[in-house]
């Protein structure tokens, strides 16, 4: 009898704990190197973006409202920087321009802690909004890129999985600063999420595909018109997009406001919610993919996240007037069923703006794509505000209505 070789078996040669931990990270080494650059990225975001509006007014001593006002600029700028972001990597690549704008954005970052005026702080805000929804446009370029076409939605799926467990972990690093509550806890947290763009810029820059994908790739097409300006079926599908992309200021916003104004349910089910979607997309998001594969099978994965994300509203809406345990109810099984629908609904995005781009032009086609997201997360807060919450139940049907309605529009358009 022949006896094993531990190195020839992984299960003999990996202790259990290891084993199962090798199990859960992907084959292809590019993916499982982008999943390490999100993780790092991830972890400072969950610092920077919890606590960020706190240091500015409670350290720096600026306004709430004047915080308010130049964030909402600095978003503003950044919805403008995604279209031309993704022009430039198609004409530079994709990895050279988001390489720089890591660099800007963790310079920039990092010159936060030296701000003593309003005016510095309100440049620094917007060119660090700028450097953030253009990378985000540019990723999606690079994706496109350094994945095999038949593994980028998968893989966009999984690095959206490690995306939420990073955040996750970089959260509870600002819950144990605000615990602490000092200006040198603060200043360290928001040093820690500068390095965190100078650490995957260099990690960004040392990535290469680990087969030569680029292969008979289509000549870059970074000149001329920009070409998804002028592609009417993917202005549509972006508009569509950005009509479920509501759904995410539907559980940041509105479903706070009308758990605490308009229910009885306690008051601890707001980060409940947040922390049960978190998990559901952390596990399930890689699954939703499946069945993406072809253009109509991928709208109609789209049309079932789109729909129960609409049911999503209805069950909440219910929850107004009921006991508080009833209401608790309605509004844990609203927010797991808007769960199941955010992972299947980006899932079919993502395979649609893939496939209905251009060769050669996917910076200018995820550079329009993440627009139309952007737009929607700004003006997303006053239509909750002034529509959903203003107006009670019914609020909650048109919302379900405008979602239900951009799930069947996805499949009549890629039918035509």
Not at 173 to 187: C, I, K, P, S
């Amino acid at each position: 009898m022949t006896a094993t070789d531990p190195a020839a078996d992984p299960a003999v040669s990996l202790p259990p704990a290891r084993h199962r931990l090798a199990r859960l990270l992907p084959e292809d080494p590019v993916l499982r190197r982008l999943s390490a650059i999100t993780l790092v990225n991830t972890l400072g975001n969950g610092l920077g973006m919890t606590l960020g509006v706190v240091y500015f007014t409670r350290v720096m001593g600026f306004g709430v409202g004047t915080v308010g006002l130049v964030l909402t600029v600095a978003g503003a700028c950044g919805v403008a920087a995604g279209v031309p972001a993704g022009r430039l990597s198609d004409r530079y690549g994709p990895k050279r321009v988001l390489v720089v704008l890591l660099a800007g954005q963790a310079v920039c970052a990092a010159a936060y802690v030296l701000v003593h005026a309003l005016a510095v702080f309100a440049v620094l805000a917007c060119l660090v909004a700028v450097a953030d929804r253009g990378g985000s446009a540019v990723r999606g370029a690079l994706f496109a890129e350094v994945l095999p076409v038949d593994g980028r939605v998968a893989g966009r799926a999984y690095l959206r999985s490690v995306t939420n467990v990073g955040l996750a972990v970089g959260t509870l690093g600002a819950a144990a600063v605000l615990q602490l509550d000092t200006r040198g806890a603060y200043l360290t947290a928001l040093l820690v999420d500068a390095a965190s763009f100078g650490v995957i810029a260099v990690l960004y820059a040392l990535l290469v595909p680990a087969t030569p994908r680029a292969a008979g790739r289509a000549e870059r097409a970074g000149g001329g018109p920009n070409p998804a300006l002028r592609d009417r079926a993917f202005l549509l599908l972006t508009g569509l997009n950005g009509v479920i992309t509501l759904q995410f200021v539907m559980v940041e916003v509105g479903l706070p406001l009308w758990v605490v104004r308009d229910t009885a349910a306690p008051r601890w089910m707001v980060a409940g919610g947040l922390l049960v979607n978190t998990a559901l997309v952390i596990v399930l998001q890689v699954r939703a993919t499946r069945g993406t594969e072809q253009p109509r099978a991928a709208a109609l994965v789209f049309r079932r996240g789109a729909l129960l994300v609409a049911a999503s509203c209805l069950v909440v809406g219910l929850a107004a007037g009921l006991p508080g345990w009833a209401a608790a109810l309605l509004v844990a099984g609203g927010v797991a069923c808007q769960a199941l629908g955010e992972v299947y609904s980006q899932a079919g995005a993502w395979a649609l703006s893939y496939d209905l781009a251009k060769d050669g032009a996917h910076g200018a086609y995820q550079g329009v794509f993440n627009t139309g997201g952007s737009v929607a997360m700004m003006l997303g807060p006053a239509l909750m505000t002034s529509v959903v919450i203003a107006h009670g139940p019914a609020g909650w049907v048109l919302l379900a209505a405008l979602f239900a309605g951009a799930g069947w529009g996805m499949t009549a358009l890629v039918r035509r």
